[in-house]
């Protein structure tokens, strides 16, 4: 048995990173970030409206949430449209109890499909960003790159004229990206996006059409990921936010201004038995003097 | 041909063996192995594992995996200073090349340095047997040159062996080994050259990837079990020295909602008396020096019987 002699060597083998996409730095040994009016906490609640077709076509994998039935798979299909119907109008109930300013990460053609919803958020005066065409509208791997710029220009045309905003954030379905997804977001005008999880700050992320800012949206603290991947209790969500929280907080104190980033599905969370966690996680936060409550988009901009 | 056990240790039940104490009259021999690894976006695929589940670029799983470095390690160390705990690391060597500055402040601290291999992304599978050994006495002379002392322990690169590896690194200079999880004391292994050899217990029921990822517990339940695996080895360890070992990744334990449960175990372990706080090379001389040849003949002993 013997691999061929490409298994020993190593071309990138050297200081900082194995690719050019951003600059090696630790955390710690960044200057101290401080936020407006002294807040030490950025809290930035980012909530996904997704859409997924029925019709899936998994290519080049399945959505993770999505249909996993033959078709007409309606358990899935209606589980998630419950988001946007019901779920949603429990998150907006408590958003404005805790006065928290979300941002709406949305598939563009959810808001082709839904009017209703989208006007709500526009006269609620929310920063929407775009989270690609839909959940089966997938970035990947060896993607045509006429194609995904297609696809791109697709999702951010139709979203940026419904809404009526300039949409300047981005996160990706499934997080999935092909080697040209960057850059061609930033050629189609994105400041930001929030695929990437190696960091707890935004930094500079390397494109052929200048910097993106990669803004730090963790997966680890997901509600899905907490939930559905992980399967622990509607309680232990509540207790790693409030621990996430807490250590954060502290941090701050030593290392300058940090961010507790939600990223929050209305189908999870805004189901009867859940939506009460959700509430208890911003009943927390909020409590804290030393938050502050904002957009991906304003918080890019503060960082920056 | 496979055989059907391994052939690196005999069957030594935990039952009566000659006792072992630690230093200062010690219980427990408790360590630490914090993972520094490298993950390559586009590594060569080896024909035997694919280091990711989908085509470059793979967003989350490379990401993630980065957070350690960028984040992660500097928390843990903080929290290991806390407690007067020297990691011993088990450390993708390239790490040496691509970020020194962490090597800086692990050796600042008198921390071990063990070999883990080049990349967590290049799989021992398939590699001839004098490749294995260009790949282990490459990632020797890297840590070596890095750190001024040559490793004693072995850790194969993501888990991935062949029927030489524990040869090849005894013969590479090593004298301990991570790779085995039969025993709760440090045990003799057989390596062909015939030179003393051990494992020293390294534990995945303790490894936070492990329980994170594999098993998905929730934080404070990892918190927990730390303290009850710690519980019952300090028990026993009156009647005979054990060792515990917790192995970390930083891009798991070092999330900002699970250090608070990590913190608790290590605060609740290290207020103890008669636990001696120390590094996988201190053990594994430790147990060379004192216990190996008693723990030798015992072995022999109830074999004959």
Not at chain 1, 54 to 83: C, E, S
Not at chain 2, 207 to 215: C, K, W
Not at chain 2, 239 to 254: A, D, F, I, R, W
Request: contains cysteine; proline residues 6%.
């Amino acid at each position: 048995m013997t691999l061929d002699k490409k298994f020993l060597e190593y071309p990138q083998r050297q200081y900082g990173m194995d690719h050019r996409r951003y600059d090696w730095s630790m955390l710690s040994e960044r200057p101290k970030v401080e936020w407006p009016n002294g807040k030490k906490l950025a809290l930035w609640v980012n909530v996904c409206l997704q859409f997924f077709p029925i019709n899936q076509q998994g290519k080049p994998f399945k959505v993770p949430g999505g249909m996993t039935m033959p078709y007409p798979d309606l358990r899935h299909y209606t589980l998630r449209d419950y988001g946007n119907r019901v779920g949603v109008f429990r998150f907006l109930k408590l958003f404005d109890k805790y006065n928290i300013k979300p941002t709406f990460t949305i598939n563009t053609r959810l808001a082709e499909r839904n009017q209703y919803l989208l006007d709500v958020i526009k006269e609620r005066g929310d920063e929407i960003a775009c989270h690609g065409l839909h959940m089966d509208a997938l970035h990947y791997g060896g993607q045509n790159i006429d194609e995904e710029r297609e696809l791109i220009k697709k999702a951010l045309g139709s979203l940026r004229e419904l809404s009526g905003q300039d949409i300047s954030g981005w996160l990706s379905p499934a997080r999935s990206e092909s080697e040209n997804t960057p850059d061609l977001l930033a050629e189609q005008g994105i400041e930001y996006f929030s695929d990437w999880v190696n960091d707890d700050m935004p930094y500079s992320f390397n494109t052929k059409h200048g910097d993106l800012i990669a803004m730090p949206l963790s997966n680890e603290l997901e509600d899905k990921f907490i939930l559905m991947n992980n399967l622990h209790s509607e309680n232990s969500y509540v207790e790693q936010i409030c621990d996430a929280h807490d250590f954060l907080l502290e941090e701050t104190n030593t290392h300058g201004g940090r961010i507790l980033a939600l990223n929050l599905h209305p189908w999870m969370l805004g189901q009867p038995h859940r939506i009460r966690k959700l509430e208890a996680v911003l009943d927390y936060i909020t409590a804290q003097a030393d938050t502050w409550s904002t957009t991906g988009h304003d918080l890019a901009k503060a960082f920056q | 041909m496979n055989q059907e056990d391994p052939q690196l240790y005999d069957y030594w039940p935990y039952q009566n063996r000659p006792k072992i104490e630690w230093p200062n009259g010690a219980k427990i021999a408790f360590w630490v192995a914090p993972n520094i690894e490298f993950y390559e976006l586009d590594p060569p695929e080896n024909p035997h594992r694919k280091p990711w589940p989908q085509a470059t670029p793979a967003v989350g799983g490379y990401s993630i995996r980065d957070y350690g470095n960028r984040v992660g390690h500097q928390r843990q160390m903080r929290l290991l200073d806390k407690y007067g705990i020297r990691g011993s690391i088990s450390l993708s060597t390239a790490i040496c090349d691509h970020h020194p500055e962490i090597i800086e402040l692990c050796a600042e601290r008198d921390w071990e340095f063990f070999s883990h291999g080049i990349y967590n992304t290049r799989y021992t599978y398939g590699l001839s047997e004098d490749q294995e050994r260009e790949m282990i006495q490459d990632s020797v002379d890297t840590i070596e040159k890095h750190t001024g002392k040559k490793p004693a322990g072995y850790l194969a690169p993501a888990l991935s062996h062949s029927d030489h590896t524990i040869d090849l690194f005894a013969e590479a200079g090593g004298t301990y080994t991570c790779d085995l999880f039969h025993d709760d004391q440090p045990t003799p292994v057989k390596v062909r050259s015939g030179k003393k050899f051990v494992s020293i217990p390294y534990s995945l029921e303790m490894n936070d990837t492990i329980a994170y990822v594999v098993n998905k517990i929730e934080p404070r339940r990892y918190g927990q079990i730390i303290k009850d695996n710690f519980d019952q080895l300090y028990v026993e360890g009156e009647e005979s020295g054990t060792v515990m070992c917790v192995p970390t990744h930083n891009y798991q334990v070092s999330c900002p909602h699970r250090l608070r449960a990590f913190e608790e175990a290590l605060e609740y372990i290290t207020g103890h008396p008669d636990v001696w706080v120390t590094t996988g090379r201190e053990i594994a001389d430790y147990f060379i020096e004192h216990y190996y040849d008693t723990a030798t003949e015992d072995i022999q002993s109830r074999k004959q019987a």
